[in-house]
């Protein structure tokens, strides 16, 4: 293990786009087309429902498309993924049907976690670990998955995700030396978004490259443009085909940036704790726009096509909404008569 | 029925042999689990092997935390915490996690972990943050059972309960009973949480006491009854949480007198708890007030001879009682 080791991952210089496409195939890239828009369209309908009075706690995806719901759509459905609360690309990413994810957002009966989640969604049949609130424990948990994985056999992987922010918990650093000791089938997923809640990373945080952390827990470490998603597919299928082949856990951080506000209520991501000079050079990466603009000119998918996937997706989003509106709101007694399975 | 003589450890070890042997999924971890400080899990990795008998790292919130990860993907891992004061480092993947999941994720995962809570309690001189009597904390935070047996029978029942519920189960121990034997039949029985017993019989007033703390009650309530002629009925709840309030009233209903021996801390300690709820559903069958010996209200000093000041001792545990029927 040296330094060395841990490397920037298929950089835009070095990887060929028609490698990738011939590797992936068009369903595949298609199919991540379609989450990266979900994804970015349900960001939107959120803020908007938020707008119009209805309380949903929305830590938006917006400018980590690339990275979150590309990640999460190469797993397998057996695979885990243990999420953390930045975005909603994980969920469709993992495949979580928009109904379901809105109407848990409205706390209704219908959702996922029959209305007691909220944002903290879970999917078990889509081994989608309870998205739990306590940052960094992710990695805590995520190592006791792997720990299952290994007792049941299985060649399941399971994925944890941890922001810049969280990089810094003892829960991460506990996590990743337990994963390394154990040799468990782990991806430790860094989305460097640089900015925890107000406070640019950097300021808190021992190292630029988060990656480098993986040198003390004896894992490979690799950065990738987050932006990129061709660069994000490549690396992440890569590393779970290695990390499912039984050789211990990898530690990816993708660099990429939020556009937007923590939360819905943070009025000071533009042009307050950052610039907006910042904010707009990042949004001329954009990692959808990108990735269209790549689809077509490689005849992956022609321009007809690409707004007949648009279509259908603002108006799957539309039936879900309608969904959540129209679903029950739990009794009291899904709330109050739970404390213990019998 | 065969059964023979053997400790508080040996006890907890053979029903984890049995539910081992049984279910494929039950494995153990936590720090030095092979060799084993307080010897219950030594020697297990020879029988089991390294994949289910695991040694941890000092690294109490990160392992708590893997085995919430374990107990809801499909294993029913059995941890152990070396000394009750480390649920304070773990706090957050016991008292955050492990009882909450299975309600956030709307019954989608279950959380079946057993937290072992080892070496629990005063008695051997080790100090503040080797010694303290942390059952109240947990009992706080719905979603999670609390098991504090003080016989080796009731130990190796309610340790194989522990593994097979579905809930998060803290399972404490504690220091001073695991050289204490007792007679433990060696066919299979199970204990259920929740469910007291009265560990002895008498008509004028019931002790409720567990741990050490009972043993210490029994031999009193005995000196009692041969100096005074009092007879006390002494009352194990076994579980702190569900906790047997049935059995309880039926005693003080019969009495007419409780007195409660602790050996946390009076303020928001179990005594507090017992003596609340039986004010709220129950007083009219009590004729005098709750009597309440816990622990001084300080951390706990370094030394036995310290200890000796701040856990109740028999001496005081006799007088206070004493007092209770002098009044």
Redesign the interface.
């Known amino acids: 293990m040296s330094v060395q080791s841990v490397k920037p991952a298929y950089d835009s210089l070095h990887y060929k786009y028609q490698d990738i496409i011939r590797e992936f195939g068009k369903e595949k890239l298609k199919k991540i087309l379609i989450n990266m828009l979900k994804t970015r369209y349900l960001d939107q309908e959120i803020d908007q429902l938020i707008k119009e009075g209805i309380p949903i706690t929305q830590h938006s995806t917006y400018g980590q498309e690339g990275s979150q719901v590309v990640a999460a759509s190469i797993l397998e459905k057996e695979d885990?993924l243990?999420p953390n609360h930045r975005g909603w690309g994980w969920a469709i990413g993992k495949g979580l049907s928009l109904k379901k994810i809105l109407a848990e957002l409205m706390y209704k009966e219908t959702?996922?976690?029959?209305?007691?989640?909220g944002p903290?969604l879970?999917?078990?049949e889509h081994?989608l670990?309870?998205r739990?609130?306590?940052q960094g424990?992710y990695?805590?948990?995520?190592?006791?998955?792997?720990?299952?994985?290994?007792?049941?056999k299985t060649k399941d992987v399971c994925m944890c995700i941890f922001g810049d922010g969280s990089s810094n918990a003892?829960?991460i650093?506990?996590?990743m030396?337990?994963a390394s000791?154990?040799k468990l089938p782990l991806i430790f997923f860094c989305e460097n978004n640089q900015y925890a809640l107000f406070t640019h990373y950097e300021k808190t945080t021992s190292v630029k490259d988060l990656a480098l952390r993986a040198l003390g827990y004896n894992m490979p470490g690799y950065i990738v443009d987050g932006m990129n998603a061709f660069a994000v597919m490549k690396l992440f299928s890569d590393s779970i085909q290695i990390v499912r082949s039984g050789k211990g856990p990898i530690l990816i951080e993708t660099k990429t940036y939020r556009y937007s506000g923590h939360t819905a209520y943070d009025n000071f991501y533009y042009g307050g704790y950052r610039t907006k000079e910042e904010v707009d050079e990042w949004k001329k990466k954009d990692p959808i726009h990108f990735y269209i603009e790549k689809l077509k000119y490689f005849d992956v998918l022609t321009e007809e096509e690409i707004i007949g996937i648009d279509r259908n997706i603002k108006r799957e989003i539309k039936e879900a909404t309608d969904y959540a509106f129209n679903s029950p709101l739990p009794s009291k007694d899904n709330f109050t008569r739970?404390?213990?399975?019998? | 029925m065969a059964s023979k003589k053997i400790t508080f450890a040996e006890a907890i070890k053979m029903g984890l042999i049995e539910e081992m042997k049984k279910n494929k999924?039950v494995?153990l971890?936590g720090e030095d689990i092979e060799i084993n400080v307080w010897s219950v899990t030594r020697g297990l990795i020879e029988e089991f092997g390294s994949?289910?008998v695991?040694s941890?790292?000092i690294?109490e919130?990160?392992?708590?935390?893997?085995?919430?990860?374990?107990?809801?993907?499909?294993?029913k891992?059995v941890v152990e915490i070396m000394y009750s004061d480390f649920i304070l480092v773990a706090a957050?993947?016991i008292c955050?996690?492990a009882a909450k999941?299975?309600?956030?994720?709307?019954?989608?995962?279950?959380c079946p972990v057993t937290f072992r809570i080892a070496g629990s309690g005063m008695g051997s001189g080790a100090g503040s943050h080797h010694s303290q009597s942390l059952e109240a904390l947990p009992m706080h935070f719905?979603?999670l059972?609390i098991a504090f047996p003080s016989t080796p029978y009731d130990a190796k029942g309610l340790i194989k309960s522990a593994i097979n519920d579905?809930?998060p189960v803290l399972f404490f121990e504690h220091k001073l009973l695991y050289s204490k034997k007792g007679e433990v039949p060696e066919n299979e029985y199970y204990i259920p949480i929740g469910e007291g017993e009265i560990k002895k019989e008498g008509i004028d007033g019931t002790i409720v006491s567990y741990a050490h703390m009972l043993d210490i009650c029994l031999e009193v309530s005995e000196e009692i009854y041969s100096e005074k002629g009092i007879n006390l009925e002494v009352y194990d709840p076994r579980s702190l949480r569900?906790f047997d309030y049935e059995t309880l009233y039926q005693s003080i209903e019969k009495t007419g007198k409780l007195i409660i021996v602790e050996e946390d801390t009076k303020i928001g300690g179990v005594g507090a708890e017992i003596s609340a709820k039986v004010s709220e559903e129950k007083i009219f069958l009590l004729d005098s007030s709750i009597t309440r010996i816990a622990s001084e209200e300080v951390p706990i000093p370094s030394g036995k001879y310290g200890h000796s000041f701040v856990s109740p001792d028999k001496r005081r545990i006799k007088k206070e009682i004493i007092q209770v029927f002098q009044t």
């Open positions: 885990y243990v959702g996922y976690c029959k209305g007691r989640g903290h879970a999917s078990k081994n670990f309870l739990v609130g306590i424990s990695a805590g948990l995520a190592a006791g998955i792997g720990l299952s994985i290994q007792m049941k003892g829960y650093h506990e996590g030396n337990i000791t154990n739970v404390a213990y399975l019998d | 999924e494995f971890m994949n289910r695991r941890m790292p690294s919130n990160g392992f708590c935390a893997a085995a919430v990860g374990a107990a809801a993907t499909g294993t891992p957050d993947a955050n996690q999941l299975r309600y956030m994720s709307g019954d989608q995962f279950n719905p979603g059972k579905k809930n569900p």
